[in-house]
């Protein structure tokens, strides 16, 4: 009996753990058994890898269609850099007087970042289209970085914020005590305090430019297109069929560095996550 | 490098945050000029990115859009428009005529619909799922460590990936239909094409929502949870009387930015059915409609981009007036709960 009594909860958890865990990654394995499928068995159900070749990987990186994955790996990086250095470079300041400032007009502003962040990104679009246009910059890398800063700085500013607020400053003030200059203070104690928290920062301010795509696809060129617009638009050798194979290989490529930033830096992001509201 | 030379010298005297009581005016105006300093950049970026567009967004949506009149065949000059834009999609008046059918015009209702289809179904769909997972992930288990992680790959996947997977395996030929041994043509029907997006969308979100909940369980001391069991309460009473409005809070909020995001819902639709299914409209959001609309007139455009903002920025207060999902407040809260 109480042996029973224990095992049932614990069976029922580990089962619908498990169930968990499968729904979330099945179509993830999937993705990953049908990059390395031959093209020729695309609908092959089989559900563990057959037909293995490279291939596809090969076409996902091949120009002879049109495609351009690999200039557009780069574009999203440098886009991404950009944006997320941008953004730290002035969302730090503010993050740190929200977290550590009492001034008249504190929450409002708050909550002002805050909307800013949940801002409906199709609201820029017409203007920032027209506008793009007059001045010659439809396609350019300025038109994609700019508008992804109405995104990515609010949320750099209310994550950073939070992190800032979890911080002993109280280290700060007893390394002034012992001696140090306020400079040394800051260079010994708040900097190496403050790096995983702006770390992380910058991770979820990547992978929000990284992930972006609506702007981009309306905004960027075959020159400057990121990822994302590049994998949508795949275009394969047949008009009216989906290549597939290839665009699955495609998202994999796209997808894995993501991946593994991720697991890696899972605990930091998941608190990043929670803190700043982020949204996917 | 500017912004981390700059943190030491804000760091207004810290001796002086101690006697805040005695000091006080003096205090927060010294704060308050660090303040203008150190936040001033970011107002100042987030004007020109947001501020900016939205305005001439708003000023753009009372000008005519020049050209041929598509309804009459006449040419349109342009100029002052009065609220003849928001008649258009409102009214779903093109010139002195009612819409056509299949014109973007005659869509903005259709649209309307489909935004908040998709955002109650996925919103509560994501919020079940997700509360449940959040449940399971609070337990402790071996392997917990491992699901956490598990549930991390769809929030880290890139959505237009994403949209090229699941059209991939709702194709036709593809492994769902295999699976449920039926041919269902998820993107040509009506139903099946807007459900094809919830299961998608579903997939994608529920693990950022479990996350945002399970920050919030994390928060409820398990002495509660004791006592209501020696108290004799069963399983079902501790997850209604207990779990439930103890996490109200961490769930409002997930939940207002669960909706503020699926009511802009785009890149999901945009790959997979381009708005399609059904007639030929069956999955168009308010999103989708506007960048349809970009290339037909900006000041249309424009007109139906601030409906959407406002529609947006309405369901937000709503939520945070009468529903008390108070966002400042639970982070605080989580913050704080987080430290012990």
Sequence with gaps: MRVKRHTGPRV?????????????????????????????????????????????????????????????????????????????LVGTTAAYALARLEFRGKSLIAGAILAASMFPGVALISPLFQLFTDIGWMGSYQALILPSISFVLPLTVYTLASFFREMPWDLEEAARIDG????????????????????????????????????SSQLSSDATQPVTVAIASFAGSQPHQEPYTAVMAAGTIVTIPLVILVLVFQRRIVAGLTAGGVKG | MSAATEIPAAI????????????????????????????????????????????????????????????????VAGGFAGVTNYVHWLGQRCGDVTCPPGSLGSQFWVAFGNTFFFTVVTVVLETVIGLWMAIIMNRNFKGRALVRAAILVPWAIPTAVTAKLWYFIFDANGVLNHVIGHQVLWFSDEWASRFAIVIADTWKTTPFMALLILAGLQLIPDEVYEASKMDGASTMQRFLLITLPLVRPALMVAVLFRV??????????????????????????????????????????????????????????????????????????QQKGELK
């Design chain 1, 12 to 88: 029922r958890t580990a089962i619908q753990a498990l169930v968990i865990a499968v729904w979330c990654l099945l179509p993830f394995y999937w993705m990953i058994v049908t990059s390395f499928r031959d093209v020729g068995y695309t609908f092959d159900p089989t559900p563990w890898f057959t037909h293995v070749t490279l291939d596809n990987y090969a076409t996902a990186f091949s120009t002879a269609l049109g495609n351009h994955l690999g200039r557009a790996l780069l574009n999203s990086v440098f886009i991404g850099a950009v944006v997320t250095v941008i953004a730290l």
């Design chain 2, 260 to 333: 503020l995001d699926a009511l802009r819902i785009y890149d999901l639709i945009a790959i997979m059915t381009g708005g399609g299914g059904g007639s030929g409209n069956a999955t168009v959001s308010l999103s989708v409609l506007v960048v349809d609309q970009i290339r037909q007139g900006f000041n249309a455009a424009s007109a139906l981009s601030t409906i959407t903002f406002v529609i947006v920025f309405l369901v937000a207060f709503v939520f945070v007036r009468f529903l008390g999902a108070n966002v400042v407040q639970t982070q605080a809260a």
């Design chain 2, 12 to 75: 207004p005297n810290p001796q002086g945050l101690e006697p805040r009581k005695r000091r006080k005016g003096g205090l927060n105006a010294e704060h308050g000029r660090w303040a203008v300093y150190l936040i001033g950049p970011t107002i100042l970026l987030l004007a020109i990115v947001i501020g900016y567009p939205v305005v001439s967004a708003v000023i753009q949506s009372f000008q005519l859009d020049a050209g041929l009149d598509k309804a009459t065949g006449l040419f």
């Design chain 1, 180 to 215: 140090c200059t306020r400079v040394q203070a800051f260079r010994r104690i708040i900097l190496p305090l403050a790096a995983p928290a702006v770390f992380t920062t910058a991770i979820l301010a990547f992978i929000s430019s990284w992930n972006e795509y609506l702007i």
